[in-house]
């Protein structure tokens, strides 16, 4: 069955740093999202993403993110300069167009900033 | 400010129980409702759609009322397996976003 992947699992890095998080998409699938979870909270919103471009993004989602499709595979969310409450899960999801909203997620990545 | 709000739990059940979660949602423009299930530390997994004729998945049932915004889900014969926390879902908008409720944490006893 095919999956979301991300990496890498586990990134820490220093406050200040700029760190970029990795996401691959199932195949074809066209929507793609990026979500956070701060430890022993709720999972967050932060931005969508189709046709290279924004479709929609939370107020978290401030100029210190951004996300790009590099090539036709890879789907990154960066973080120009991280701080500590940066500090959460990051979870990349996807979905077919026209699907009912169905989000698949990839295992997350746990960013810990120092 | 959309919301998702959810029993606070936790539930604690012995194997074979049936237990109930409740949730609500603020955002009366929602269409699409989830249940996802997620484990300690883990990525949230999709448990079912809530459709609003109701909608049965072997042990799982899922209940929505949009005339009052709320939307249950019923676990009969609970397993050990099942202990993980429950998060309501619903979407905030015409691009798919998804609006988590904070989540209710089941765990199943032997």
């Known amino acids: 069955e095919p999956e979301v992947t991300q990496t890498p699992s586990h990134q820490v890095t220093q406050m200040g740093q700029e760190v970029i998080l990795r996401c691959v998409p199932i195949s074809n699938h066209l929507y793609f999202y990026w979500y956070r979870q701060i430890l022993g909270q709720k999972v967050e919103f932060l931005v969508s993403f189709y046709n290279n471009e924004i479709s929609e993004k939370s107020e978290i989602f401030d100029d210190q993110f951004s996300v790009e499709r590099p090539d036709g595979s890879n789907f990154t969310l960066k973080i120009r300069s991280t701080k500590l409450e940066d500090s959460a899960m990051y979870f990349c999801a996807s979905i077919e167009v026209g699907g009912a909203y169905e989000q698949y997620f990839g295992p997350g990545t746990r960013l810990t900033v120092t | 400010r959309k919301e998702v709000e959810q029993d606070p739990g936790p539930f604690n059940v012995p194997e074979g129980a049936t237990v109930a979660f409740n949730c609500t949602y603020s955002n009366s423009a929602s269409q699409s409702f989830f249940w996802y299930r997620q484990d300690c530390r883990k990525e949230p997994k999709l448990l079912m759609s809530?459709?609003?004729s109701g909608n049965e998945d072997g042990r799982f049932t899922a209940q929505l009322n949009r005339a009052s915004q709320y939307i249950s889900l019923l676990i009969r014969d609970s397993k050990l397996s099942d202990s993980a926390t429950y998060l309501c879902?619903?979407?905030?908008?015409?691009?798919?976003?998804?609006?988590f409720g904070k989540g209710t944490k089941l765990s199943v006893k032997p």
């Open positions: 809530v459709y609003s």
């Open positions: 879902v619903v979407d905030g908008g015409s691009q798919g976003n998804l609006i």
